[in-house]
């Protein structure tokens, strides 16, 4: 079975061309990052309002871990079956995939941030406000460089549970790399079916170390942990 993997994952005629390794590659991470970036403009700003002031805090928290709970593929067939009538071409399946990728990054992305802010000490914070600093100069000069470390964190996690769930989109039409092990699983190709799995776990691990390499750039050099 591992040598059949192998051969499939080497087989140079599954890397080229339309349907290929490198094809659906480029569409997983496409829906990745797109999802990613449409996810954290939407929760990043929310976060740090909730992390400032700690209003709605308890119910926003409450509802981003319940998210976390919602069925990814039943979502995602409810939301084409709402969706795709108001759409004639690919959209139809694109718009509700996308949705319920932005839905399951952010929860972590919330969490990270909200939890990064309360990391802060309040004596750091009155010390602000005894210099005389403006909300929005406490805001941006003391609590996001502080709480950075913990809001890259929650944006790892949220990258990864896009990455390793765009795998559902194959099931409505979908590209990515998703589609060799539903296309596999359809013509009990196991060998393409491992080796889809495998192109999926090694994504996740490669966009993870790069996100950790991010995060260490980004913290302040004060505020960086010395091992």
Not at 118 to 146: H, L, N, T, W
Request: proline share 4%; net charge neutral.
């Amino acid at each position: 079975m591992l040598t059949e993997v192998i051969s499939w994952l080497t087989d140079p005629g599954n890397w080229g061309g339309d349907g290929g390794i490198l094809y659906q590659l480029g569409y997983h991470i496409l829906y990745s990052l797109v999802s990613l970036v449409v996810a954290t403009a939407v929760a990043a700003p929310v976060a740090v309002y909730i992390g400032h002031t700690g209003r709605g805090k308890q119910t926003v928290m409450a509802l981003a871990n319940a998210a976390r709970a919602l069925p990814t593929l039943g979502l995602l067939i409810l939301l084409v079956i709402l969706i795709s009538p108001s759409f004639s071409s690919d959209l139809a399946f694109l718009v509700p995939g996308l949705i319920v990728l932005v839905l399951l990054a952010v929860p972590p992305i919330i969490t990270g941030i909200v939890t990064g802010f309360d990391s802060v000490p309040d004596y750091v914070i009155d010390a602000a406000r005894g210099m005389g600093m403006s909300e929005i100069s406490i805001v941006f000069r003391v609590e996001i460089p502080c709480a950075t470390a913990l809001g890259i964190s929650g944006i790892r996690s949220a990258l990864l549970q896009i990455v390793s769930t765009a795998t559902v989109a194959a099931y409505v039409s979908l590209n990515g790399l998703g589609r060799f092990i539903l296309d596999g699983r359809a013509m009990n190709d196991y060998a393409q079916i491992a080796g889809g799995a495998v192109l999926i776990t090694l994504l996740a691990l490669v966009m993870d170390l790069i996100f950790m390499a991010a995060q260490r750039v980004a913290v302040p050099r004060g505020l960086r942990v010395k091992k």
